[in-house]
């Protein structure tokens, strides 16, 4: 895990009184626990967390930003995926790795993260060369 996300992860723990050193703490801690209890959170509990979430997100933007809402009440926890992915390609994560991270069988599956990634790469310098052909 990044240091970010390790650092995080250790003020989670601290939040639950148990130790920031992840290993001093009993095997069996959950990584992830329910508000209310120490008990673990299910996989189905955190996705329902997570659709929770992003309807509560489209509701607080309501009529504010009507069509940004509508985007987010249609997102998916695969959308957290695929945002993983992307952004792991776009800071270099060799392809090989982010395959295990996504938990893709295939190279080919996984390559499509590093075409975008090209593909990104491409408009962003043609948009700074279009800048710079437009000086006078």
Same mark, same amino acid.
């Given at each position: 895990? =990044?240091? =970010? @996300?390790?650092?995080? #992860?250790?003020? %989670? *723990? ?7 050193? #992840? ?7 959950? $990584?992830?626990?329910? #508000?209310?209890?120490?008990?673990? #959170?299910?996989?189905a509990r955190l996705y329902d967390l997570l659709v929770q979430a *992003? @309807?509560?997100? @489209?509701? /607080?933007?309501? &009529? ?7 985007? $987010? ?8 995926? %695929?945002?993983?992915? &992307? %952004? @792991? /390609? ?13 938990? %893709? !069988? ?5 390559? $499509?993260?590093?075409? &975008? !990634? +090209? ?8 948009? /700074? *060369?279009? &800048? !710079?052909?437009? +000086?006078?």
């Open positions: 895990m =990044p240091d =970010p @996300a390790v650092a995080a #992860l250790q003020a %989670h *723990f601290i939040d639950r009184g148990l130790t920031a050193d #992840l290993l001093d703490n009993p095997l069996d801690t959950p $990584i992830i626990a329910r #508000l209310d209890t120490q008990a673990p #959170l299910s996989a *992003f @309807a509560d997100c @489209a509701d /607080a933007l309501g &009529a504010a930003d009507l069509r940004s809402a509508d985007r $987010i009440r249609a997102a998916s926890t695969h959308w957290l995926r %695929h945002t993983h992915g &992307a %952004h @792991a /390609a776009a800071r270099g994560v060799p392809q090989d790795v982010l395959q295990a991270n996504l938990g %893709h !069988e295939s190279l080919a599956t996984t390559s $499509i993260y590093v075409r &975008a !990634e +090209k593909g990104r790469r491409h408009r962003t310098v043609q948009a /700074a *060369f279009a &800048a !710079e052909d437009s +000086k006078p």
